[in-house]
Every structure is written in C-alpha cells, then in structure tokens.
C-alpha cells in the first residue's frame, strides 16, 4: 500500500521557468508534509516542510502548496535553475518524532 | 558540523558474508533512522531509534537484519548472512528533538554477489 504518491517519474523544465512537482497521499493521519531533494550519489537533503494546520510555506525561490481535502501537496520552484537538476521526494510523518513515508521519487531536469 | 557520517560509502561482499555497517549522528540530535533505497521498493525505513532505543523496527526484513545504538554517537545495522537481494543503497539519518526533519548521511552503497 503506497500511501504516499508522486505519479510523475520525470519533469524536464527549461531554466527561467516554473517547476511544479506533485505528491498525493491517502494517510489521513499524516499532520507533517516534507520534500528532500537528492543529488547521485548523495543522501537525500531536506529542502522544505509544511504543517498540517498551513495551506502554504515558502522560502525563498520554493514554495510548498498543502490542499488537505484533496490529500494532495505541491512543490513550486521558480525560477528554476540547472542546479534545482536532481531526484525530489515527497516524505508524509503522522506525528513528531516517527516514521517519515516516502513516495517514489520524480527527476527534474532543468534545461539550460 | 560534519552531518551524519557513514562508513564504508561501498562494501562488496560474498552472499552468507557478514556486512556491518556504520553511521555516526549528527551531535545532539536524538533520533537516528536506516533506511534502504533499492530500485524495486524506492527509499523505506528499516528502523528508529530514539535516545538510543529502538522504537520502531517494523521495517527490518526479516531476522538476518539487527541494528543497535550502544551511545549517542554510534549506530550500526548488521546483516547475517549477507544474499544477494540485500543489495542497496543504506541511509543513515538523525533528527533533532521534534524529529521530523530528518538529515541523510551519503549512504552505503552494498553489493552482495
């Protein structure tokens, strides 16, 4: 059971332009929402987070978009850049301190 | 502040082989996650610990997998006997108080022939 989901395995975007990742999930439970951002060879970093009690969170050139009701959250980067080039997770926690659940993962390649 | 630290970043082994792996937390940070990365079952968590216990081993596969946290500082997760389906990339992470974000060590990359 993949409670959490990110349905594209891929995004290719050129550099200027918005990238727009999604995640969905089925875990009413989940009240904490990440994204990580992984280089080859790397571990995954932590990019960004969002409570459940927001709709949205952003820091500098990302944003994270929360629609609880849709069980479904967003990773807005703008503008992109070759360097945003990397493999972008989507991790659901139910409560402080437990488990994170991550979906599969989408590669983002930002043309230059 | 060097971030979570593992070693080896690579071990190949022979299948019935013992493998330890290492992982040394991020100072003051009282959780410390293993997870795997394969290409079959994306990144899962195999256990936690919090304050050195383990609180949740759920994720271990099966009995050949043990992992222990004797300080603060030192983590391993030992597989006996190694096969090859054990082949991954391993993830150690540790996590400040409130434990959700969570900070990746480089990974273990295993291969069992």
Redesign the interface.
Known sequence: DQQVKQNSPSLSVQEGRISILNCDYTNSMFDYFLWYKKYPAEGPTFLISISSIKDKNEDGRFTVFLNKSAKHLSLHIVPSQPGDSAVYFCAASEMSGSRLTFGEGTQLTVNP | DAG?IQSPRHEVTEMGQEVTLRCKPISGH??L?WYRQTMMR????LI?F?NNVP??DS?MPEDRFSAKMPNASFSTLKIQPSEPRDSAVY?C?S?PG??????????TRLTVT
């Open positions: 979570v009282d959780y996650f994306g990144l899962e968590l936690y919090n609180i949740d994720g993830f992470a996590a409130t434990g959700y974000e969570q900070y990746f060590g480089p990974g």
